[in-house]
C-alpha cells in the first residue's frame, strides 16, 4: 500500500505517475488530476483535456484564452 499524494489516503491499489522526474502515489483519478493538472490562466480550473496554450499560458478553452489575454 501506498499513502495519496494528495488526500493521504492509504489504499491497496495505488498506482505511481512519474512526471518531470517526480514520482507521486495516488489512490485516484482525480487526486492525480488535482495534484498534477494545470490550472487555466483565467477561469482556474483544471485543464484535463487538450486545453491550448497562449503566449507560454495554458488555458481550458479558445474562450479562456482570448479573455486571459486582453
Not at 41 to 66: E, I, L, P, R
Amino acid at each position: 500500500m501506498a499513502r495519496c499524494a494528495q488526500c493521504g489516503n492509504d489504499y491497496a491499489h495505488s498506482f505511481e505517475v512519474t512526471i518531470a522526474g517526480a514520482s507521486y502515489s495516488f489512490d485516484s483519478f482525480e487526486c492525480a488530476i488535482h495534484k498534477l493538472a494545470p490550472e487555466c490562466g483565467h477561469c482556474g480550473c483544471k485543464v484535463v483535456g487538450h486545453g491550448t496554450d497562449k503566449a507560454g499560458v495554458t488555458y481550458c478553452c479558445d474562450h479562456c484564452a482570448q479573455h486571459g489575454s486582453a
